[in-house]
């Protein structure tokens, strides 16, 4: 099982709706999660860092279940700009190593 | 303040040559590391280091090579590469601990 599993889509969305993403880690000591978004060929950038009482950033929620393991994002009123791989990232300080998942496709359309 | 530096952008090996991917960073980050990206892979820890003179292992480190001499550079070396290794590289920074990584603009490699 890998350590990070995410679904790799794609999520082929029109303009303006809701599409949610999960990310699930299996390392229970794993301590911090973050959500980057990746464009075609470009390097990986931070969308968001994931709270234990979850964050919201404009249109963009991240939510942590710690007791069922798994990360969320949520975008709302997704735009055209959406259309990215958005990359989970978990961290485990024991270890001191970041950990990706191999990514979800969102394709939003016009 | 240039953030992460790679070099080359762009390379083309036969097999068995040896090579060194560059990175660099003007942020005074301790953390530095190199992931490779396959298609449906994901990114892929390769190896890490905490600090200047500390380094350590990721997932995928049979083939590389790193040192840490300077806080700033944090070099990865393919000894022989292989086809397999045809990839993109990525390397990143950040502060210690459970930060944001600063990715630099990838290297793309390919093994014939």
């Known amino acids: ?110 | 303040n240039a953030g992460v530096t790679q070099t080359p952008k762009f390379q083309v090996l036969k097999t068995g040559q040896s090579m060194t991917l560059q990175c660099a960073q003007d942020m005074n980050h301790e953390y530095m590391s190199w992931y490779r990206q396959d298609p449906g892979m994901g990114l892929r820890l390769i190896h890490y280091s905490v600090g200047a003179g500390i380094t350590d292992q990721g997932e995928v480190p049979n083939g590389y090579n790193v040192s840490r001499s300077t806080t700033e550079d944090f070099p990865l070396r393919l000894l022989s590469a292989a086809p397999s290794q045809t990839s993109v590289y990525f390397c990143a920074s950040s502060y210690l601990g459970n930060n944001e990584q600063f990715f630099g603009p990838g290297t793309r490699l390919t093994v014939l």
């Open chain 1, 1 to 110: 099982r890998k350590e990070v599993e995410q679904d790799p889509g794609p999520f082929n969305v029109p303009e303006g709706a809701t599409v949610a993403f999960n990310c699930t880690y299996s390392n229970s000591a794993s301590q911090s999660f973050f959500w980057y978004r990746q464009d075609c060929r470009k390097e990986p950038k931070l969308l968001m860092s994931v709270y234990s009482s979850g964050n919201e950033d404009g249109r963009f929620t991240a939510q942590l279940n710690r007791a069922s393991q798994y990360i969320s994002l949520l975008i709302r009123d997704s735009k055209l700009s959406d259309s990215a791989t958005y990359l989970c990232v978990v961290f485990t300080s024991g270890t001191y190593k970041y950990i990706f998942g191999t990514g979800t496709r969102l394709k939003v359309l016009a």
